[in-house]
């Protein structure tokens, strides 16, 4: 059983920066974040694996985000920069406990958070 809780979402401007975290209890393989808007389908935004410590990013985010983890706090990070207003969604963290786990498949992932809202404005 793996629980996952987001926090650090919220509103800022084109151009700014927001650090989002997953506090992940349980043993996992992979950890990715996912977005989605309302009529839309979920998203990756960023995975990672956790023995190889692989790193994968969307197109539309690379070069802008890390995903990064944080052993001291036990939380998967997703550091922001440069936010656009087409990044506004919801933000989730989800986390596979079979290997191997594709990068942003949703079905891999057995267990999701709450999400967390990021609102870009122009």
């Known amino acids: 059983q793996v629980q996952l809780t987001e926090s650090g979402g919220g509103s800022v401007q084109t151009g700014g920066s927001l650090r989002l975290s997953c506090a992940a209890s349980?043993?996992?393989?992979?950890m990715a974040w996912f977005r989605q808007v309302p009529g839309n389908e979920r998203e990756g935004v960023a995975s990672?694996?956790?023995?190889?410590?692989?790193?994968y990013y969307a197109d539309s985010v690379k070069d802008r985000f890390i995903i990064s983890r944080n052993t001291a706090k036990n939380t998967i990070d997703l550091q922001m920069n440069s936010l656009k207003p087409e990044d506004t969604a919801m933000y989730y963290c989800?986390?596979?406990?079979?290997?191997?786990?594709?990068?942003?498949?949703?079905?891999?992932?057995?267990?999701w958070g709450q999400g967390t809202q990021v609102t870009v404005s122009s």
């Open positions: 990672m694996s956790e023995n190889f410590g692989s790193k």
């Open positions: 989800a986390a596979s406990v079979q290997y191997p786990c594709s990068r942003f498949l949703p079905t891999d992932y057995h267990y």
């Open positions: 349980g043993d996992w393989w992979c």
